[in-house]
């Protein structure tokens, strides 16, 4: 039984709030289960896909938090 994480950012939307729509995760569920199905072979009611939302002060990019390093790549 394949289990799919799929992490997107919570940015642009207020705390608690989602940045994707029920109808924007429907999508993916149903995208990478048929792509499991299609290349593995994985049967759609053995696919389990997880979407997590990550806060914006929850992840770094190039071994700063995200805010920082945009602020440095914007000033250079």
């Not at 992490?7 to 709030?17: D, F, H, I, W």
């Not at 569920?29 to 002060?57: C, M, N, R, Y």
Request: charged residues 25%; aromatic residues 6%; proline residues 8%.
């Amino acid at each position: 039984m394949p289990i799919v994480t799929i992490q997107v950012t919570r940015e642009g939307s207020g705390p608690g709030r989602s940045s994707v729509t029920p109808e924007e995760k429907a999508q993916l569920i149903a995208g990478v289960s048929q792509l499991l199905l299609d290349v593995l072979h994985k049967p759609l009611d053995a696919t389990f896909v997880v979407i997590e939302e990550v806060e914006l002060e929850n992840w770094g990019w190039g071994g700063l938090p995200v805010p920082e390093y945009r602020k440095r790549r914007a000033a250079s």
